[in-house]
Structures are given as structure tokens and as C-alpha cells.
């Protein structure tokens, strides 16, 4: 088996899963209070920001390829829905219509928890398959 190397900007990624969650979980204990949208926020933004950067040059933020692609490219629209779905809600809530918030907080989490799990196994779990040359089949 061969050693992972972690850098410390995948690092970055789980923590900001983990501020979300202790803010969504604020959210829906205490209805939608303005540090939990705050902490949710902070999250989203510092994923966000993480994700966005490299492509526009910031080198020290960028991730070498590995694994698998196709996970990678799934993760980024569960990662894009997960924002869409963030957007929804913080509607739902200068609307002032709770229920549909924390249905649209709730669905957040789980397209998150879905990115991350996803984005974690292609980078360090699935290896690409190797392309075998015509002559040795």
C-alpha cells in the first residue's frame, strides 16, 4: 500500500464542513440566529475561496491531479449544487419562512457531506485505470 501525502490546503476543506455544521446546527436549534448564519456563511466563503482561487493563480491553493477525475468532477457540481442550495435557503430566511429554511440548511448539509466524502475518495482512494496498448491485449 502506498503512503498518502496530505497537503495541508486539503485540510481546509473538512474544516470548513465542520464550521458549517456547528452553524447549521446553531441554525436549527435556536431558529435561524444571526451567529449561526454568520458561522454558515464564514464556511461557505472559506470553500469557496479554496476552490475558486487556484483558478485564478494563486498557486499555493492549487491541488496536484490524482485519482480520479470523474469524482472530482462530480464533487464540484454536488459542491456547486450545495452552494445553490445555501443560496435558497438564506432566501427562506430574510423571507422569514422557517420551515422551508431549514429544509433547504437540512438538503445543504447532505449535498456537503456528499461533496466532501466524494472529493476525499477520488483524490486518495480511486486510482485511475490504466490504458493497456492495443499490441498486449
Do not use: D, G, K, N
Given at each position: 500500500m502506498s503512503k498518502t501525502k496530505l497537503r495541508i490546503i486539503e485540510l481546509f476543506?473538512?474544516?470548513?464542513?465542520l464550521i458549517y455544521l456547528y452553524g447549521s446546527s446553531l441554525a436549527h436549534i435556536e431558529h435561524g440566529i444571526e451567529l449561526s448564519l454568520w458561522l454558515m456563511t464564514i464556511a461557505i466563503v472559506l470553500n469557496l475561496a479554496v476552490t475558486t482561487f487556484p483558478w485564478f493563480g494563486i498557486r499555493w491553493l492549487r491541488l496536484e491531479p490524482k485519482g480520479c477525475i470523474w469524482g472530482w468532477r462530480l464533487s464540484l457540481i454536488?459542491?456547486?449544487?450545495?452552494?445553490?442550495?445555501?443560496?435558497y435557503a438564506m432566501l427562506h430566511r430574510l423571507w422569514r419562512?422557517?420551515?422551508?429554511?431549514?429544509?433547504?440548511?437540512?438538503?445543504?448539509?447532505?449535498?456537503?457531506?456528499?461533496?466532501?466524502?466524494?472529493f476525499i475518495y477520488s483524490r486518495h482512494a480511486c486510482q485511475p485505470k490504466k490504458q493497456q496498448d492495443d499490441s498486449e491485449a
Open positions: 476543506h473538512p474544516l470548513a464542513f454536488l459542491q456547486i449544487a450545495s452552494l445553490v442550495s445555501f443560496s419562512s422557517l420551515p422551508q429554511f431549514h429544509t433547504y440548511i437540512t438538503l445543504t448539509t447532505l449535498l456537503w457531506a456528499a461533496y466532501l466524502l466524494l
